[in-house]
């Protein structure tokens, strides 16, 4: 009775990585550690569609940041750069796409 249950919970583990797989399921731990970093530089007024997917050892990140509207092009090249070391310091054998965007903060008057 002992060894079919083991055999249960082990087949059940490997099933649900294999079905996480499928779904390009990524690790919860892995989006958290990427937004932390994301987070943490000032450069970055937000970011959004960050997405994330597994490949066997690999991990596969592409994510929309916002600069200052005022960011020249070669500060932006530098400020990706920068966020994709990063990531990849805290992010294992990982695979980055980062597209900018100019980030436009409306004024009280532009609102009305």
């Known amino acids: 009775m ?32 990427i937004e932390l970093v994301l987070s943490s530089i000032p450069e970055v007024k937000y970011y959004y569609n960050l997405k994330v997917r597994t490949s066997g050892a690999d991990t596969f990140i592409k994510v929309v940041i916002a600069l200052d509207d005022k960011t020249m092009f070669e500060t932006a090249h530098e400020i990706c750069s920068n966020v ?20 436009i903060q409306k004024s009280k008057t532009d609102e009305n």
């Open 2 to 33: 002992g060894v079919a249950i083991i055999v249960l919970v082990v087949c059940y583990r490997l099933g649900k990585r294999s079905v996480d797989v499928l779904l390009d399921k990524a690790p919860l731990e892995t989006v958290n550690k």
């Open 84 to 103: 994709e070391k990063k990531i990849c310091l805290a992010v294992e054998r990982c695979d980055i796409f980062i597209h900018p965007e100019p980030f």
